[in-house]
DNA sequence: TGAATAGTGTCTATAAGACAATATCCC
DNA sequence: GGGATATTGTCTTATAGACACTATTCA
């Protein structure tokens, strides 16, 4: 390992002569999911400059040079979609060469999650700005692309890797819900247990046994009932339960 | 959302003129894991250089104009480790603006892990490279930084934020053990049950019960037995399986 | 023979799935 | 009342933890 200490020496050099080293361009792109009418849906622009013009693609940004990575992802979820405050996390880095025909360009894809309501009425008429509904042509959590849907159930085009962004997004919500409550993430504050389960089937791509998830949830110590009851359905309404922030772990 | 447009512009013109965005330096940093001796142990560099000189460092490196991120994991473990055909995947980005003092560096590290004997013996007599004992002062997955200690188990200075990043990367660990295959990654080609849960019971940081152990890993299509037993113990030698790679899934 | 761990069999507690019965709301 | 779903209770099955017992190797 007597080549050792060169990679220090770089470092330290890069430091003073930024031209030795090519940079890449360093994006945002996010993910914006929600879960409605028993589908997943994502926020997509449609691009109007080349390449892919016409296409569609994720919400992103260049990253500033003074933000961290969360706040670049939190600024633009705010500039495009209007949204503060919701769940929001790192989901993976996508850095092939020629992701981007222009240029180097590094994207740290974050997952954003948004009840329904919440995103629709956030967003102005646009028609650049769709929350289109995606289909996932794989089960579990294998993972890979996924398509997103036109209000016809055609398939719009995805600009760049971002059919794999969005299957990696998938993915992710697949495997968390399990153990972490991002379930909640896609609802409004109150919620009846159907309409949570709805939502993980929703998410999971299949149905769930309606007497084990009930006790799961009851159990879980994340459920609050609200002692109201929900309205305006054709039948008898179920409880309305709200989510508690948990206190330890 | 009449500003929506200028996203898609600023990229645009962000190729013909590169002057206009600061990009920041991109590299990759390496948890190298394994599991010895009761403990987690992680590969460090000692640093020659300034800043954070004589503190301990992940090795890394920056991601070439023409190489994926797997790619320069892939190299710097390589270069630094000489070690290929491990289990490598991406962890996590770093991207605080003063994560490094000399100037904005984003990091993705990667997670690789290593059976302990192969690790030690391809690393050359170094000084400068030590394979650090981990301290994890937190219990399951709630996460936070991790301790790398010396010979005598004294704390080592971590160089930037290194001591979030081992974190990190032993909170995936754990959380990946209980559905992911990645314990057989820190022994060899041939091990014993409980060589297998002792790896186990050193990730998780708790003792596990046996009997539900051998349960659960005999049921799980992972193992294949090899008909022979270990050798050189001073008790009745336990069966030798070996990892099979599960065809599905 | 004794020490130490490997490996097997059985019992119990817990959680999930299946199913039935009752309760409650709107029409 | 009829339709539809909520909610409760019971039974069955799969799995984890606990424990007892036997097997095998080396000193």
Redesign the pocket.
């Known amino acids: 390992m007597s080549e050792q200490p060169s990679d220090t020496e770089q470092r330290f050099l890069a430091a003073y002569d930024a031209g030795e080293f090519e940079r890449p361009s360093v994006t945002v792109d996010l993910t914006v999911v929600t879960a409605d009418d028993g589908a997943l849906r994502a926020l997509l622009v449609r691009r109007d400059e080349h390449p892919d013009k016409g296409s569609y693609a994720l919400p992103g940004g260049f990253v500033g040079p003074d933000e961290s990575l969360d706040d670049a992802a939190a600024r633009v979820l705010r500039e495009k979609a209007r949204l503060d405050h919701v769940h929001l996390e790192q989901l993976y880095t996508f850095g092939a060469p020629d992701r981007d025909p222009r240029t180097r360009v590094i994207t740290v894809a974050h997952l954003a999650l948004v009840d329904a309501k919440r995103l629709q009425s956030a967003l102005a008429e646009d028609e650049a700005v769709v929350v289109a509904r995606l289909r996932v042509p794989w089960e579990g959590e294998r993972g890979g692309p996924v398509e997103a849907l036109d209000r016809d159930g055609r398939p719009l085009k995805l600009a760049f890797d971002h059919g794999d962004v969005l299957g990696t997004a998938v993915k992710r919500m697949r495997g968390k819900l399990d153990y972490a409550p991002i379930g909640f993430q896609l609802l409004p504050r109150d919620f009846?247990?159907?309409q949570l389960q709805d939502v993980h089937e929703t998410v999971l791509g299949r149905p769930?046994?309606?007497?084990?998830?009930?006790?799961?949830m009851?159990?879980s110590d994340h459920l609050t009932p609200t002692g109201r009851?929900e309205?305006?359905?054709?039948?008898?309404?179920?409880?309305l339960y709200r989510f508690r922030r948990t206190s330890a772990v």
Do not use: I, M, W, Y
């Open positions: 009846t247990l159907r769930l046994n309606k007497d084990s998830f009930r006790r799961r009851l159990a009851r309205r305006d359905v054709e039948h008898r309404p179920g409880e």
